[in-house]
């Protein structure tokens, strides 16, 4: 087995990051814009999203399945809506959080507020829902990793996540949208060696990064000005 420095080097940068696990609770009737939140999640900054209704298969034990996945979340981001207030079980969902003392990030997506326990914790509103301010919360949950005391411990597990998303990204569009998080957000962190090392390995093998015209330039900017680091 060769366990030469090189090589160990090698296995950390191609290692997958342990991803911060997110639990989307909302109503069926708010399932499509639920699924837009999830995809961006998953694509701008690398968190592992767990959707009830669309993640559990019909021969699964639906109580069992839902008590798992709320048991090992890190995070659980509920769609506040007129329509979630009347869900028996998107409420059932939250009241385990509450009880289990899980991170409860809401997202209202009309306006509404909880009229729950969890009524003193303000929500991120929107009432447009774009691509952009999907976007926009996204973000916002990624700096409370970074700046937020009670969710500092996620920070390196956060800014792995970032980084890999990039990685892996599949369209230029999402490397617009990843690059504008580093943007965002660079005063609040300092990269570590290897994970420069990985941004440096999207800019160099993955095509949606190194063709992207507008963001491309800006990440060596980035990289240069921040890290004196050139690609």
């Given at each position: ?17 342990i991803k ?77 959080a ?11 997506l009309?306006?509404t507020n ?8 303000q ?23 970074l700046v ?8 390196k ?24 998080i580093?943007?965002?957000?660079k005063d ?35 990289l240069l ?7």
């Amino acid at each position: 087995m060769d366990l030469s420095l090189s090589t160990l080097k090698k296995a950390i940068i191609v290692s997958e990051p342990i991803k911060i696990k997110v639990f989307i609770s909302y109503s069926t009737k708010d399932s499509v814009l639920a699924g837009r939140v999830k995809d961006y999640f998953e694509k701008c900054i690398g968190f592992e999203v767990f959707l009830a209704h669309d993640d559990l298969k019909a021969s699964n034990d639906w109580p069992k399945e839902i008590l798992n996945n709320l048991q090992n979340t890190d995070f659980v981001i509920p769609l506040l809506s007129k329509h979630f207030l009347k869900s028996f079980f998107a409420n059932q969902e939250l009241g385990i959080a509450f009880y289990k003392n899980l991170k409860i990030i809401p997202f209202s997506l009309d306006g509404t507020n909880s009229d729950s326990f969890i009524r003193n914790i303000q929500a991120y509103k929107s009432k447009t829902w774009t691509d952009n301010e999907i976007v926009r919360a996204v973000t916002i949950v990624f700096l409370l990793t970074l700046v937020d005391p009670g969710y500092i411990k996620y920070q390196k597990q956060a800014l792995d996540s970032l980084v890999n998303s990039l990685l892996k990204s599949d369209s230029k569009r999402t490397t617009a949208f990843i690059f504008n998080i580093f943007v965002q957000t660079k005063d609040k962190f300092i990269l570590k060696k290897y994970q420069i090392e990985l941004v440096k390995k999207a800019c160099k093998e993955n095509a949606f990064v190194y063709n992207a015209a507008i963001p491309f330039p800006k990440l060596k900017k980035f990289l240069l000005d921040n890290y004196n680091v050139f690609v």
